[in-house]
């Protein structure tokens, strides 16, 4: 199998494919040695069973994830999910993603989220992107504004996570912000 067949878009360092049943073991081994990492924003599945029912979830036609792979040896450095897609005239989802320990500041996220972009506005069809971050998260506001988000407003109490609602910055990119940009 050569990259171009494993991968659908990759960069000079990594690759975006799908999620499989196959990556069970490799992504929730990842996700218990980065939960210090992870903690408190998000809580990525790090048991067998949490993430069997994930990648169900992904199944789902509002849903699409991506794995982002270094191409060297395809180690999975981290995800990015795109959710609740909406077509029609909104033609719009909302993304979440997370990097693995022996990933995190290598620019390997950076590179992946370029990727998705281009695949999101190229084969998905979308013309929207949007992702909310806690005000505190510092590195993940660090890799939307590197990718061009623009930070669109503040959203009190948004979503449930590690038992308390908690407070989110609104970003969105569109398909016009990355036109012409090589990835």
Known sequence: MTTNDRYLAHGPRVGIRHFTAADREEFTALAR??????????????EHAAYD?????????AREGFLICELADGRIAGYLTV?????????????GYGAFAH????????????????????EMGLHRLE?????ANERSIALVKRAGFRLEG???????????WRD????A????????EAV
């Open 33 to 46: 040695q980065s939960a210090e990492l992870h903690r408190p924003w998000l809580f990525p599945p790090a």
């Open 53 to 61: 029912a994930y990648l169900h979830r992904l199944q789902e036609p």
């Open 83 to 95: 959710n609740n897609i909406v077509y029609g005239a909104f033609r719009c989802g909302a993304i």
């Open 103 to 122: 990933a995190a500041g290598r620019g390997l996220m950076s590179e992946g989220l370029r990727l998705v972009l281009h695949h999101a506005f190229g």
């Open 131 to 135: 992702v909310n971050v806690q005000p």
């Open 154 to 164: 503040f959203s009190p109490d948004f979503l449930f996570i590690d038992g308390a």
């Open 168 to 171: 989110h910055e609104r970003w």
């Open 173 to 180: 990119i569109t398909a016009e912000m990355v036109a012409g």
